[in-house]
């Protein structure tokens, strides 16, 4: 009775093992997720960091293809105003 209940204590003893291995396994598989969550988020993060940079880039240049049109709208107005300080000139002087 002795050996069957040492021997029975025996298998319990390597099934609790195979469960806190199985356990272990399971802990490992949970780490493991973590750090490919982790270095996905980390990929991702770049990415939209880069697309960030690529949309503030584009952003970027349409504002400055916006104040070459502005400057090009303030030379014909400064032209202008030339052409017409001198036509005043001339009236006054005439």
């Known amino acids: ?8 204590f025996k298998t319990m ?10 356990d272990q396994d399971l802990v490992t598989m949970v780490d493991m ?4 969550e982790s270095v ?3 990929a991702n993060k770049k990415c939209i ?3 960030q ?5 584009k ?4 504002l400055e293809s916006t104040m070459q049109e502005i400057e090009e709208g ?3 107005v400064f032209r202008f105003l030339i052409k017409t300080r001198v036509s005043l000139l001339n009236i006054l002087n005439h």
């Open 1 to 8: 009775m002795v050996r069957k209940c040492s021997g029975d």
């Open 13 to 22: 003893q390597k099934g609790k093992l195979a469960i806190i291995d199985k």
């Open 33 to 36: 997720s973590r750090e490919v």
């Open 40 to 42: 996905s988020f980390t």
């Open 49 to 51: 960091d880069v697309m």
């Open 53 to 57: 940079v690529q949309k503030a880039q």
């Open 59 to 62: 952003g970027l240049e349409e």
């Open 74 to 76: 303030l030379e014909c």
